[in-house]
């Protein structure tokens, strides 16, 4: 088949979760014999017009700016651009979309109204909106949405069911997303489709030992190491992590927390590790190069998904158990239908600094001196977390739809 996927960022131009399924369907897809072209933002002057990239080929397009509105309305202009000039010139079996400003501005190209179209559905915009902007980014605590936003949350709504409305197929990483685009937008549910997402299990694997991992880290031997890797934003509970380091400091416990990731929270992150006198019991990595995720995962003994909202699926799950390490999260989103299955002690009682720190107690005392648990770990990865059914699943829909 021809395929053309539409993504506002992909892995590796951007990281991050959804960017790294635009990365491994379409060069998987690619792998089995497909082509494979992907529409995706120019986001680095170095980075070329046109190019061919582990198998697919991939046209960039500019924005004049990465955020407001004239990003949208360059987005709005140059990607039905790119999708009509392609698809004259090569014909497309299909559309994959990802991402709802560059789903919504292919949907715009006269050419895309004839060709089958697969929306990927990593989470709901407006709902990630309203979330961002109902938090006091000091104190964390809960406010309501001002009212100058509900407009743009509501032309978000818009957005999201416009791009729903328009697509033959839905596919969903989750039985939470699946149940959340149900409810806030019952006429696509006949059109979903859940098919899991996955990890590397070439990439990520239970080697080196913990051991030689952190000492290629410099990392030291004795504490129990809780690893996460997450935007610095409120959604994603890292304040609610440094509090509960606190409390096991407080508890007397040998423990160092570390935390990968940038965002707009690190600022107030580092002033709350600071009050707390917890510096040598909570490390900010900042920004983690790709290359050294796989060292940090093995180097810990317990990797940390403490989101108190909106978890669509979370890789970094997959990634830390293929691993061979175990994962502890919050009863959030898709969480616990990724953890409860290999051990519901992993998952916490609500994602309160209160509940992570009982949990990480728990992890210390009952479950990390269990024997083989790295082995169960990569195990468990293996049966459920492989790209290669997720590939297999957008392929059929793909041809079933190319065939119609």
């Not at 685009?181 to 696509?188: H, I, K, L, N, Y």
Request: with cysteine; glycine share 6%.
């Amino acid at each position: 088949m021809k395929i053309l996927t539409i993504a506002g960022w992909m892995y590796p131009d951007q990281e991050g979760g959804s960017f790294r399924v635009v990365y491994e369907a379409a060069r998987r897809l690619a792998a089995r014999g497909h082509e494979v072209h992907v529409v995706t933002q120019k986001l680095d002057a170095r980075h070329p017009e046109s190019e061919i990239l582990a198998g697919m080929r991939v046209h960039r397009y500019r924005t004049t700016a990465q955020s407001g509105l004239r990003f949208y309305a360059s987005t709005l202009r140059e990607v039905p651009r790119l999708v009509n000039r392609l698809q004259r010139d090569i014909g497309f079996d299909v559309l994959h979309m990802h991402h709802p400003v560059s789903t919504l501005a292919a949907n715009r190209a006269r050419a895309a109204r004839c060709i089958p179209r697969i929306v990927i559905l990593h989470s709901l915009y407006f709902l990630e909106y309203i979330d961002r902007h109902t938090y006091s980014a000091r104190t964390g605590e809960a406010r309501r949405l001002a009212w100058l936003r509900w407009p743009v949350a509501r032309a978000l709504m818009w957005m999201d069911g416009a791009n729903l409305r328009r697509a033959d197929r839905i596919v969903v990483l989750s039985d939470f997303t699946q149940a959340l685009a149900r409810r806030r937008f019952p006429g696509c549910a006949a059109r979903l489709v859940k098919l899991p997402g996955g990890a590397d299990l070439e990439r990520f694997t239970p080697s080196p030992s913990r051991a030689e991992a952190r000492a290629r880290l410099g990392l030291p031997a004795e504490p129990v190491v809780f690893f996460t890797c997450r935007r610095l934003e409120h959604r994603m509970g890292i304040r609610e992590l440094v509090e509960a380091a606190r409390l096991l400091r407080q508890d007397g416990r040998n423990a160092l927390v570390l935390i990968a990731g940038r965002g707009a929270l690190e600022a107030d992150l580092r002033r709350q590790i600071q009050e707390a006198g917890i510096e040598s019991a909570v490390r900010l990595l900042g920004y983690v190069p790709e290359e050294q995720l796989p060292l940090y995962y093995r180097a810990a003994d317990c990797f940390v998904i403490p989101t108190r909202a909106l978890e669509g699926f979370g890789l970094v799950t997959a990634e830390a158990f293929a691993c061979g390490t175990p994962v502890l999260g919050t009863p959030v989103g898709a969480t616990p239908e990724l953890i409860q299955p290999f051990d519901p002690r992993l998952v916490t009682e609500g994602a309160t600094a209160p509940a992570l720190h009982r949990g990480m107690v728990r992890f210390m005392d009952e479950v990390a001196t269990e024997p083989g648990l790295s082995e169960r770990c990569r195990r468990y990865a293996e049966e459920h977390f492989s790209w290669d059914r997720f590939v297999k699943g957008l392929e059929d829909l793909s041809r079933d739809l190319a065939a119609k």
